[in-house]
């Protein structure tokens, strides 16, 4: 279904029953078909609400930067919410996503009852390490418009980041290139350049106001976001971390099964 917000039109996916509903918030390239390997199992407990976020999927990419700052867009997915007369939500973000997630669950707060982070992180706690970061994704952003989508995809499966995946079948990796090539040039330049990681708010600041239940997700081969996991359990009230092993950045793709039964636990208060 598609729904407009602030003129913007949104494609969201919604299925499954149960409340409160799941809200699931793909990361960095990506967008609803993200969590598809997962909407049975967990929609048989749940509702599921699979937004594409702006720049990204089938919404809309808007030429104007303001759209795509990470607090105009956690306005917009309040805005969603409202359309389809959600009031309480689960929360599940990846990635992009789970600073998104957070996002709102620091500006939303009695609407979050859960929050899922996977391999997320609340910003760069500092002003240069946030500026040093907005000149490398304005750089990667120059690179999307001059070489264009298929270039970038070749450039960004190579990152350290992603390592992890070249040991996962070939038809797995195959599916999630043809989903990344199917975004456009001004949405995920924008998106680098209006929600990416230093142009966000750092929320370090502010992880302690958090009054829902918080699960942070790291995979064992992911260091960096290990150690971010573990600053952030500093200041959580009520924080559960779960290192899920053999996996690297992307738990959700590298180990689905096990990812997926974490989610369905946390949510039915086993973990």
Known sequence: MDVTIDGIRYHV?????????????????????????????????????????????????????????????????????????????D???????????????????????????????????????RELRRMKDAELAQFIKEHGIKSFVEYWEEIPLFSSMKRLPTSTNDSIRSQRLSNNTIGLSNSLLGMGTGSQPSWWGQLYQLACEVLLLTGGQDKKFCGIAEGM???????????VENSGHT????????????????LSKKI
């Open 13 to 89: 996916e919604v299925c499954g029953e149960g409340a409160p509903p799941l809200v699931l918030l793909h990361g960095f390239t990506g967008d609803a078909s993200t969590w598809k390997p997962f909407y049975d199992a967990w929609g048989k407990h749940t509702t599921l609400i699979a937004p594409d976020i702006i720049g990204h999927g089938k919404t809309e990419s808007p030429k104007g930067l303001p759209h795509y700052q990470i607090e105009s867009v956690a306005h917009d997915l309040e805005g969603i919410l409202d359309e389809l007369g959600v009031n309480e939500i």
């Open 233 to 243: 359990m500093k200041a959580l009230k009520k924080g559960d971390w779960l290192v």
């Open 251 to 266: 738990i959700h793709v590298e180990e689905r099964e096990k990812f997926g039964t974490i989610v369905s636990d946390f």
């Open 91 to 129: 929360l599940l973000g990846y990635s992009m996503g789970g600073r998104l997630a957070l996002t709102f669950a620091l500006l939303f707060p009695n609407r979050v009852r859960k929050l899922i982070l996977e391999s997320a992180s609340p910003g760069l706690a500092t002003d240069e390490e």
